[in-house]
C-alpha cells in the first residue's frame, strides 16, 4: 500500500511534528510535508495555541517559495481537523490548495473530528490514505489521545533513585542524586508537559521553582501542588514567575474561614485555588486528573513529587507512565520511591512493561507503561 518513498515523506513529516513537542499544547503535535515532482515544495508544524496548524503553515511555506500545491501528494501525521476551533478547519485549507493526495499517519481522537476530515477530501475528490506509521504519530501525542479518548491527561511519574531504590537520605536530602545530564533530560520532560505536579511536603522541605530551565522552549508549563490542608509557604519559590507559569495550588476543601482567607490571600497574587475533597478530607487524585483533562485541556502531566504523593498515585492507579533514573552508588539507609502497601501476594502486584532504556550521562533511565 505504502512504497518506501512515502515512508521518507511521512517520516520527513514525523520529523516536523517534533518540532511542536514543547510547544503545541493543548493542540496535538502535528507535521505536514507537501511533495511534488519527488521534491518537498512545503513544510510547517503546529504552533502555539491559537497559531496556525501543520497544514497551514506548510501552504504558507509553499507560496512563500514560489511554489504550486496543485497535484501534490501531502503528507501529514495527523488527519486534518474539519471542524472550527481556535482557528478555521484545516481540511478546507487543503481542499481549496488542490493535491492530489492526502496520506494521513492516523485519524484523529477527537469526536469533533473523527473521519470527518478524511471523508471531505475524499468527497472533494483527493485521494486519501491513513494509518502510514501510525505507530509513530501516536506515540507524539499520547497526552491528546488520552484527553480524548478517556477524559484523562497522560499522567507520567518522574523519580530519580539510588541503586538501591533511595529517593533521599533519612534527613531528606536529595539534592543531587543525579548529574547534570540526566538533571537535564528531566527538563525535557518537563517541556512538553502541560503542567507540572508536586506536593506540599516536597515544596516545604526543597522548595524547588519547577519550571524549565535546560533546555529551550517558548512555553513554561503550569505548575500544580497537591496541598490538601493550604500549607503552601507564601513565600516558596514556585509561586513566583507567574506571568511565565500560571499556579494552582489544589487542595481538599474551603470551608473553613482560615483556609479561605488563605485562598483570598493566594487568589490576590494570581494563584489559582482550586478544591477537589474525597471521603477522607484528602484531595481527591483521580477527580484532580479529570478536572485537568476535561476543564482545562491538559493532555500531558508530569509528576515530580516525594515518597507520600508518588504511593498515592501509584495507589489510587493515576499513573500511565514511569520515568526512573537510577544513579549509580548505593545509599544504603533512606526514603524509597513511593509509600506503597506491601503485597499480600505476588499475584496482586501491579506489572509494568519496559518501552525504553537508555543511559544517560552517568544514570541509567528507564521508561515503563502500565501493562
Known amino acids: ?79 486534518p481537523c474539519s471542524h472550527t476551533g481556535r482557528t478555521p478547519p484545516c481540511v478546507d485549507a487543503l481542499i481549496a490548495a488542490k493535491p492530489a493526495k492526502v496520506i494521513a499517519a492516523m485519524s484523529d481522537p477527537n469526536p469533533l473530528v473523527a473521519g470527518n476530515g478524511l471523508q471531505k477530501l475524499k468527497v472533494a475528490g483527493i485521494e486519501v490514505q491513513c494509518g502510514l506509521m501510525e505507530s509513530k504519530a501516536r506515540e507524539l501525542n499520547r497526552g491528546f ?24 537520605l533519612p534527613s531528606g536530602e536529595s539534592q543531587w542524586i543525579t548529574g547534570p545530564k540526566a538533571r537535564a533530560d528531566g527538563h525535557h520532560w518537563r517541556a512538553q508537559a502541560c503542567a507540572i505536579v508536586t506536593g506540599v511536603g516536597t515544596v516545604k522541605e526543597d522548595d524547588p521553582t519547577l519550571n524549565v530551565r535546560d533546555v529551550e522552549t517558548q512555553r513554561q508549563p503550569w505548575r500544580i501542588i497537591v496541598d490538601s490542608k493550604l500549607e503552601t509557604p507564601p513565600n516558596a519559590k514556585i509561586l513566583e514567575n507567574i506571568d511565565q507559569s500560571g499556579v494552582i495550588i489544589v487542595c481538599a476543601n474551603l470551608d473553613s474561614p482560615e483556609s479561605q482567607e488563605k485562598a483570598k490571600a493566594f487568589k490576590a497574587r494570581g494563584i489559582e485555588v482550586v478544591a477537589i475533597a474525597n471521603a477522607f478530607g484528602k484531595v481527591d487524585l483521580p477527580k484532580l486528573f479529570a478536572y485537568l483533562a476535561q476543564e482545562r485541556e491538559m493532555n500531558e502531566i508530569h509528576i515530580e513529587a516525594g515518597f507520600k504523593l508518588n504511593g498515592s498515585m501509584l495507589r489510587e492507579g493515576c499513573v500511565d507512565e514511569l520515568l526512573l533514573y537510577y544513579a549509580p ?35 541509567f533511565r528507564i521508561r515503563l507503561m502500565k501493562r
Open 1 to 79: 500500500m505504502y512504497t518506501a518513498v512515502d515512508y521518507k515523506w511521512m517520516g520527513e513529516a514525523l520529523a516536523e511534528a517534533q518540532k511542536a513537542l514543547y510547544l503545541s499544547n493543548p493542540n496535538p503535535r502535528v507535521g505536514c510535508v507537501i511533495v511534488k515532482d519527488e521534491q518537498v515544495i512545503g513544510r510547517g508544524f503546529t504552533q502555539r495555541v491559537g497559531g496556525p496548524h501543520a497544514e497551514v503553515q506548510a501552504l504558507a511555506d509553499t507560496k512563500a517559495n514560489g511554489n504550486d500545491p496543485t497535484g501534490s501528494t501531502i503528507y501529514v501525521t495527523l488527519e
Open 145 to 168: 489521545i488520552s484527553r480524548m479518548t478517556r477524559g484523562l491527561p497522560w499522567v507520567r511519574l518522574k523519580i530519580a533513585a539510588s541503586l538501591d531504590g533511595k529517593t533521599a
Open 329 to 363: 552508588f548505593l545509599m544504603g539507609e533512606g526514603i524509597g520511591m513511593a509509600n506503597v502497601s506491601a503485597l499480600a501476594s505476588l499475584s496482586s502486584r501491579q506489572d509494568w512493561q519496559v518501552i525504553d532504556q537508555s543511559l544517560i550521562g552517568d544514570e
